[in-house]
T-cell receptor
Framework: DTGVSQDPRHKITKRGQNVTFRCDPI?????LYWYRQTLGQGPEFLTY????????KSRLLSDRFSAERPKGSFSTLEIQRTEQGDSATYLC????????????FGPGTRLTVL | AQSVTQPDIHITVSEGASLELRCNYS??????LFWYVQSPGQGLQLLLK??????LVQGIKGFEAEFKRSQSSFNLRKPSVHWSDAAEYFC????????????FGTGTSLTVIP
């Protein structure tokens, strides 16, 4: 069990640029979640997948955000035309559908938009 | 609306002293309750969880929590704090019928003094 991994760990970008983050869940986990955490706050739900299907999206996920999980394994989160307000840590978590919902989190990707 | 409240933003305790971190939740469905710990630059690590049954649950690192339905609380306790316990602690609530997305509190930052 290698745990949930995320890449990159840190990303600095200029306003208006596009960025993409990757999450690799625990291999046997069917569900994958994305959260956003800003300084001094708890994580906030963005979206989740069951296998390759995106089942729910938060209102926090504006049109500039898109997430995919094309083969039901790893997932990507893309932010287009980044804004300074997008600066946050983006967390990924995974869980087995059948288990009572313990989510295992990755280390996160810290995004800084200049 | 679902919400989690952690009333204490920051707590300082002496090493060896007892600890209690408060968590109150508001949730329409039958909740699952979790405590996670986050050290600087690290991901969220699960301390313990409550799904059903015995309302006093034991976790890792000597932590325990008690679910009190009448008070909508799930407070975290440790009888004797170690310096390595200094971290940010998050209470979270989830439920199977809401896609299992978690709602997190804003966290309690714990400082341990020698």
């Amino acid at each position: 069990d290698t745990g949930v991994s995320q890449d990159p760990r840190h990303k600095i970008t200029k306003r208006g640029q596009n960025v993409t983050f990757r999450c690799d869940p625990i291999s046997e986990h069917n569900r994958l979640y994305w959260y956003r955490q800003t300084l001094g706050q708890g994580p906030e739900f963005l979206t989740y997948f069951q296998n390759e299907a995106q089942l729910e999206k938060s209102r926090l996920l504006s049109d500039r955000f898109s997430a995919e999980r094309p083969k039901g394994s790893f997932s990507t989160l893309e932010i287009q035309r980044t804004e300074q307000g997008d600066s946050a840590t983006y967390l990924c978590a995974s869980t087995q559908t059948e288990s009572p919902d313990t989510q295992y989190f990755g280390p996160g990707t810290r995004l800084t938009v200049l | 609306a679902q919400s989690v409240t952690q009333p204490d933003i920051h707590i300082t305790v002496s090493e060896g002293a007892s600890l209690e971190l408060r968590c109150n939740y508001s949730y329409g469905a039958t909740p699952y309750l979790f405590w996670y710990v986050q050290s600087p630059g690290q991901g969220l690590q699960l301390l313990l969880k409550y799904f059903s049954g015995d309302t006093l649950v034991q976790g890792i690192k000597g932590f325990e929590a008690e679910f009190k339905r009448s008070q909508s609380s799930f407070n975290l306790r440790k009888p004797s704090v170690h310096w390595s316990d200094a971290a940010e602690y998050f209470c979270a609530v989830g439920a199977r019928n809401t896609g299992n997305q978690f709602y997190f509190g804003t966290g309690t930052s714990l400082t341990v003094i020698p």
